[in-house]
């Protein structure tokens, strides 16, 4: 059975790593519109790996996510001519990261709709205080931002998408990961054992904004020009939790295939169907819910325990692999 396990760990390393090789080589033979799309198309990964990183193992479903991205975006727009690019991006996740503390210490005490309701409530409340401060006290709405090719942005997403993996696969398997999971069967039980809980919520919060943070700091750069309304998008925080949900929680690659699958399909709707694009995304996540509760990667599972046998597949809405 070990040999068997390794076996299919190294199998997943090399598809990893042809995959990440084919990536590295894509500015070089394909043409600019295609590292636009992957670009746009990793940032949606990035986010959805973060959003996943808390919400997959505790259960919070966090709609908090625009509030860091436009922290990181905000951030390249007063640094980006200041600072070096890498110590720019790096200082967009340590604003969001210190956001994420401050909101997770207020919010992180809540539970359920409560939760989800004033964690989409912080959003718009910085949104509007930053137009406030805007428009009252600097007498401008906005900020121009220091244009970096496309390529630098898609491979410094490359870079961030590695370590969010990387992090998430260590992290769900050390005793961390074990806490978080303790967390999400139940919060009292996890406490009675010695967890402590509060700590654990808000440093892991904390920890996701952080990728979300450098990932709105080095995409910022593709644009020219920002304020609080473009910074600060809803569907920034809706869009990952839907991406996650479809791809399925269950499994660290779940939420990187709902990103690309819905990321891509995004793109197409866009430019297909502009003005009804969010109907169609609503009516998929409507038949995700009632038909596939546990996502891609659970419908996967579930077809594998059926036809190949193995163990109830209804244990896999929650598993890690």
């Given at each position: 059975m070990k040999l068997?396990t390794d076996a ?5 390393l090399?598809i990893?790593?042809l ?7 894509v500015?070089?033979i394909?043409?600019p519109y295609t ?7 990793l ?16 259960g ?5 996510t ?6 990181g975006i905000y951030t390249?727009?007063?640094l980006?001519?200041?600072l070096p690019l ?8 340590v604003a969001s990261?210190l ?5 997770g210490?207020?919010t992180l ?7 989800a309701i004033?964690t989409?409530?912080?959003v718009?409340?910085i ?9 009252t ?11 970096v090719s496309?390529?630098?942005v ?7 998408v590695?370590?969010?993996l990387?992090?998430?696969y ?16 139940c919060e009292?039980?996890a ?9 654990v919520k ?8 952080f ?20 910074a600060?998008?809803l569907n920034?925080?809706f869009?990952p939790?839907?991406?996650a ?10 939420p990187v ?8 399909l995004?793109e197409?709707?866009?430019t297909?169907f502009p003005?009804?694009?969010m109907?169609i995304?609503?009516?998929v996540?409507?038949?995700t819910i009632?038909?596939?509760p546990?996502g891609?990667?659970g419908?996967?599972q ?5 036809f190949?046998?193995?163990?109830d597949a209804?244990a896999t809405?929650?598993k890690?692999n």
């Amino acid at each position: 059975m070990k040999l068997k396990t390794d076996a299919k760990n190294v199998s997943y390393l090399v598809i990893i790593i042809l995959i990440l090789a084919f990536l590295v080589a894509v500015p070089f033979i394909s043409k600019p519109y295609t590292v636009i799309l992957l670009k746009n198309i990793l940032m949606f990964v990035a986010l959805t790996l973060s959003w996943a990183l808390f919400s997959g193992p505790t259960g919070y479903i966090s709609l908090a996510t625009a509030a860091f991205y436009g922290a990181g975006i905000y951030t390249a727009a007063y640094l980006g001519d200041v600072l070096p690019l890498p110590v720019m991006v790096l200082c967009g996740g340590v604003a969001s990261f210190l956001l994420a503390l401050i909101i997770g210490a207020i919010t992180l005490r809540l539970r359920g709709i409560y939760f989800a309701i004033f964690t989409l409530s912080s959003v718009e409340l910085i949104k509007h205080v930053l137009h406030w401060i805007e428009i009252t006290v600097l007498g401008k709405r906005g900020r121009p931002v220091v244009k970096v090719s496309d390529s630098t942005v898609f491979y410094v997403i490359l870079i961030i998408v590695v370590l969010l993996l990387v992090t998430t696969y260590f992290l769900k398997r050390s005793r961390y990961g074990m806490a978080m999971s303790s967390i999400g069967s139940c919060e009292e039980a996890a406490a009675h054992i010695g967890v402590n809980v509060v700590r654990v919520k808000v440093f892991t919060f904390a920890l996701s904004s952080f990728f979300i943070g450098l990932t709105g700091a080095i995409m910022a750069t593709g644009l020219i020009y920002i304020d609080s309304q473009i910074a600060f998008d809803l569907n920034y925080s809706f869009f990952p939790t839907l991406m996650a949900t479809f791809g399925g929680l269950g499994n660290i690659f779940g939420p990187v295939i709902g990103a690309v699958l819905f990321s891509y399909l995004r793109e197409i709707l866009i430019t297909k169907f502009p003005y009804v694009y969010m109907l169609i995304f609503g009516l998929v996540m409507i038949l995700t819910i009632l038909y596939l509760p546990n996502g891609i990667i659970g419908l996967a599972q579930t077809i594998k325990v059926k036809f190949l046998g193995g163990k109830d597949a209804t244990a896999t809405g929650r598993k890690v692999n």
